[in-house]
């Protein structure tokens, strides 16, 4: 148990790390749902289902969920600026 | 500030956060052994007196009702925040149907497979009893209205992945879901006021306990989960659609059109 309980520990801390020093947004936003998931585990494996219940609905469903869909508003809004732009370029020229 | 003078400073606030980290947890009793009273004197009698065998519902629910009843406040007003600031800006037009010769519609995703319908469409039913047994099971094993509630909140979620965004709508923008929220809210109130009518505290345990174990047992923690399970299913799918609904139908208006 005492090797479970320090390998999720290990588990926590990499996963943890490899989400910050990830770079690219989307990709971070997956390996946070990971990140939520493992640290169910480890909530799991210390003895506090309730807990564990209650992150992975949030960390693996809601959180990634909320973040993709406003990474997408913003990418979305982000290319009609562009569009809108260039029409204006055009009606310019 | 430059890089050299930003990593000193990182390091010496490491070195300082590090050494009083050691210091704190020098006096932590050692890993495993529990010294406060509190969670020993729980575990000997919440079986007993509430007739609960889930502790921790016990104690979310009855031994500290009104912190859970500020807690699913907090959510309540997140919910009405996110909604007002998601709401439909001036700027803003509501998507009439998908226009080809938008760039953007180019970057759509492609229409989900026949096997992705199927297996996320027939998946709904099972979650929603899923969630439905983690609300009413609270007191009896982990769980609870907080926890169900959510598993919920994610069925019309299925429905979204499976493509079908006319049922999608049709679920989430249901009077329903608003007045689920409320009612739990109410419901929570409510309930909690049945022991002042009583002569008691408010949020005082005063119906009937029923057989440990059993589905009726607990006595008003059923119901305060139950409230709380409505309230935050409500609350979720709300948050969610106004999340969508900004992602998927809300375009910007050009500027000088």
Known sequence: M????????????????????????????????????ILAMMFFIYQAPDVALSQIVIGAVALPLMFMLAIAKIRRNELQRKQLKEQEERKAA | MNRTRRHVLFFASAVLL?????????????????????????????????????????????????????????LFMSVIGVTTLLRRQKKEKK????DESDEIEKHRAPEPSDAMKVITLGLVGPLVVYGLY?????????????????????????????????????????????????????????????????????LANVLPLGETGTILSGGTV??????????VAGGFVSAIYSFLEQTIEMRMEGEKD
Not at chain 1, 9 to 29: H, K, M, N, P, W
Not at chain 2, 95 to 98: A, L, Y
Not at chain 2, 147 to 170: E, S
Not at chain 2, 224 to 229: K, Y
């Open chain 1, 2 to 37: 005492l090797i479970l309980q320090i390998a999720i520990l290990i588990f926590v801390g990499v996963t943890g790390t490899a989400v910050v020093l990830t770079r690219e947004v989307r990709s971070q936003v997956i390996g946070l749902s990971f990140y939520g998931l």
């Open chain 2, 18 to 74: 590090f050494g009083l980290l050691a210091w704190a947890m020098h006096d932590l009793p050692p890993f495993g052994h529990y010294r406060g009273p509190y969670g020993d004197v729980i575990n000997a009698t919440t079986v007993y007196e509430r007739h609960i065998t889930d502790a921790i519902t016990a104690v979310n629910f009855d031994f500290r009702g009104f912190d859970t009843l500020g807690e699913e406040s907090i």
């Open chain 2, 95 to 98: 998507k009439d149907g998908p």
């Open chain 2, 134 to 202: 983690i609300v009413a099971h609270g007191q009896i094993t982990p769980g609870g209205g907080f926890q169900g509630g959510v598993i919920l909140a994610t069925a019309p979620l299925l429905v979204y992945l499976a493509g079908d965004l006319k049922t999608f709508k049709r679920i989430t923008t249901h009077s329903v879901v608003e007045i689920a929220e409320a009612a739990g809210i109410f419901g929570f109130v409510a309930i909690g006021c049945l022991g002042l009518s009583v002569g008691a505290q408010f």
């Open chain 2, 222 to 231: 059923q119901l305060l989960n139950i409230a709380t399970g409505l309230a």
